[in-house]
């Protein structure tokens, strides 16, 4: 293992402020592995060397000055491509966006870079974050550095592998039903989805507004939630953006777990999980309750609904914003005789397939007469769903569950079939139709090498005590069980 995979927030800033590395020179160390591994990863689609080395710069200079460095300073980070950047090619993973440049950068991305983190580039990942497995990108599926032929998970599978490869001490994902937990989990790194409104959704290109978030990857609970502290928090921009105070993540990740009640729902152990991954999950609940945490027997009896009721809404939504790229004001253009012959050639070939699925999808689930039957239903099942949330957590401080039924499987095993695709999501839409938050940790790997991920559940703005437990389950060796 090279010294680059072992760098983590604290020894960037620690090696900095004694002057063993400058920021250019990591920077520089950064490239140069991106430079040897990304041809075959195929994590990065862009670059901004002359961004990242800029910042490097006026760390270097701080540094020189003798000033006090901010909590990210010099971190080399990876931005998922659905997230705006100013001055740097964001594409969303399409064709229809291969050559737009956004004029500002997302608040997260802001928040990142006051913070003092070296951005290094845009990772790819599912075309405007449709998919569980990153095969949907217009510009190749990314391989996980785990196990090559296999999936890294979807849809900030770039985020994901680029931290797992040591290719960034830490990444920005998005996460609509799964797509920050999922790779992370088929990866083998911590993934963590905030609370719906914990973190500004201003700058990201949205998939479905009322699901979507912006969280961190990174190897280790505590990076996690070092970017956490510095994304958080309220954005005038942003009117879904809540006004709830941040607690030091940080602090209260030493907190002791001894006590805490971890709910157990009975519908997320049901058919269908690999035995390897139910093997792993269930050996870390034990070792959860070795920690002193007491479990509880939950039912979450609308489980069951929660993929249908998650495919309706997220489509339905996907279709009405996605209605905007129609060559006219930006991204690409196929010229026509008509408007109508140039709206249709456009989006004909700018989208790929499972983006023009989803839009049929979600224009049918709108359309005069089926409303009512299937996206209003829908919204009223979300309803019942977060409501078997708020109801557990009246009994429990978290909920423990798998992260996907599935280990990584190989490229090209479940295009064909994307039911089975969709079906990858089972374990994770819950907590997004609900708003809670969440985190993948892993969890050992199965015989075959391939990594496991357990899911821990809050309550809503409860990331404080997901990270908690995450983190004393990091400490107790939970990666390696």
């Known amino acids: 293992m090279s010294t680059a995979e072992q760098w983590t927030v604290d020894s960037v800033r620690a090696a900095l402020g004694a002057k063993k590395v400058s920021a250019r020179e990591l920077t520089t160390e950064y490239y140069a592995r991106i430079e040897k591994q990304n041809p075959e990863l195929n994590a990065f689609l862009a670059l901004c060397p002359e961004r990242a080395y800029a910042q490097a710069e006026r760390i270097d200079g701080k540094i020189a000055r003798g000033e006090p460095l901010p909590p990210l300073a010099g971190v080399p980070m990876a931005i998922k491509d659905v997230i705006s950047t100013r001055g740097v090619t964001t594409t969303c993973g399409s064709r229809i966006l291969e050559n737009y440049i956004p004029p500002y950068d997302a608040w997260a991305v802001e928040c990142l870079e006051r913070a003092g983190a070296v951005l290094l580039g845009k990772t790819n990942c599912d075309e405007f974050a449709m998919g569980s497995s990153n ?12 196990a090559r032929d296999r999936v890294p998970g979807g849809s900030s599978g770039g985020s994901a592998a680029a931290v797992a490869a040591g290719l960034a001490v830490a990444a920005l994902g ?206 009223r099942v979300r309803t019942l769903i977060a409501r078997d949330f708020g109801e557990a957590f009246g009994h429990v401080d978290a909920i423990i569950t798998p992260t996907s039924p599935v280990p990584a499987f190989r490229l090209g095993e479940r295009t064909a079939e994307p039911l089975q695709m969709y079906l990858a999501d089972i374990y994770t839409v819950t907590g997004s139709l609900a708003g809670v938050p969440g985190i993948s940790v892993p969890c050992g790997k199965t015989p075959a090498g391939l990594p496991v991920g357990l899911q821990i559940l809050g309550p809503r703005f409860g990331e404080a005590s997901v990270l908690q437990i995450a983190q004393a389950f990091e400490e107790a060796g939970g990666y390696t069980i």
């Not at 519908?267 to 070795?290: H, N, T």
Request: net charge positive; charged share 20%; glycine share 12%.
């Open 135 to 146: 095969e949907n990108s217009a510009y190749g599926p990314v391989r996980n550095p785990v």
């Open 174 to 379: 998005t996460d609509t039903g799964g797509s920050i937990r999922q790779p992370g989990a088929l990866c083998g790194v911590p993934g963590m989805m905030p609370t719906y409104g914990r973190v500004s959704r201003y700058g990201l290109i949205a998939f479905a507004s009322s699901l979507d978030r912006i969280g961190p990857l990174a190897t280790s609970v505590r990076d996690a939630a070092a970017v956490l502290g510095v994304i958080a928090g309220r954005d005038p921009n942003d009117s879904t953006a809540a006004a709830v105070s941040v607690p030091d993540y940080l602090a209260g990740l030493q907190q002791p777990v001894k006590g805490l009640r971890i709910g157990i729902p009975k519908e997320y152990f049901a058919e269908g999980m690999d035995p390897a991954v139910r093997q792993k999950v269930e050996a870390g609940v034990e070792l959860l309750k070795c920690l002193g945490c007491q479990p509880v027997e939950l039912r979450m009896p609308h489980t069951d609904y929660a993929i249908a009721t998650y495919y309706v809404i997220a489509t339905a939504e996907a279709s009405s914003n996605l209605a905007r790229y129609d060559g006219v004001r930006y991204g690409l253009r196929i010229a026509g005789s008509t408007l109508l012959e140039m709206y249709k050639k456009t989006r004909g070939r700018g989208f790929g397939s499972e983006v023009k699925r989803r839009i049929m999808l979600g224009t049918y689930a709108l359309s005069a007469g089926y409303y009512d039957a299937y996206y209003l239903k829908a919204q």
